[in-house]
């Protein structure tokens, strides 16, 4: 923690810390093929498997994520979708590869509701659960929330926002 008052001190002294650096080309790439009741799509990040140099020995690679989803429409105004990672992934608290399933659906007019969950299916399960609402409060201009909860604190949360979509 800083003190108040010596941020722009300890921001000054930074620059004069060492170290090495490094760029590399990396893109993320992904497809999608759509129907009139179905989407499904297919995403890669850190396609190239960059590796930076480090202070230290190891570095850093940035692993690569292959990601497939479906989404379904069973009826109008509602979605079911599924998404499935294809790859693990390191993570600080161990690996994860992650199936998240969701709903989401038009309750009048001018709102919506949606759910879903997701687990790791390697390790520890990691479980979390979502629900969320939309309300649109004039044309183009949504208000919407959520709340979640999981098993890690990282996984709980809530949030309000005003969206605008055009």
């Known amino acids: ?14 620059d004069e810390l060492g170290g090495n650096g490094s760029t590399k080309f990396d ?6 093929a759509s129907g009139p009741f179905f989407k499904a ?15 230290g020995e190891r570095g850093l690679e940035l692993a690569r994520q292959v990601r497939a989803g479906v989404a379904l429409v069973p009826v ?7 998404d499935v990672d294809l790859t693990t992934t390191p ?3 161990g690996d ?3 199936v998240a399933v969701g709903v989401e659906g038009r309750f009048s007019h001018k709102g919506y509701v949606r759910s ?3 687990v790791n299916t390697t390790g520890p399960a990691r479980t979390a659960y979502a629900v969320g609402t939309s309300y649109m ?22 949030s309000f926002s005003v969206r605008l979509v055009y």
Request: glycine share 10%.
């Open 27 to 32: 893109a993320d790439v992904g497809v999608m």
């Open 91 to 93: 993570d600080i608290s």
């Open 116 to 118: 879903g969950f997701r």
């Open 76 to 82: 109008v105004g509602w979605v079911i979708d599924t």
């Open 1 to 14: 923690m800083v003190p108040d008052g010596a941020r722009e001190t300890v921001l000054d002294e930074a």
């Open 41 to 55: 799509g297919l995403t890669v990040r850190n396609l190239t498997n960059p590796r930076f140099d480090t202070a």
């Open 96 to 98: 994860r590869r992650e």
């Open 137 to 158: 409060i004039v044309n183009s201009v949504f208000v919407d929330t959520q709340v979640t909860h999981g098993h890690d604190q990282a996984d709980r949360g809530w």
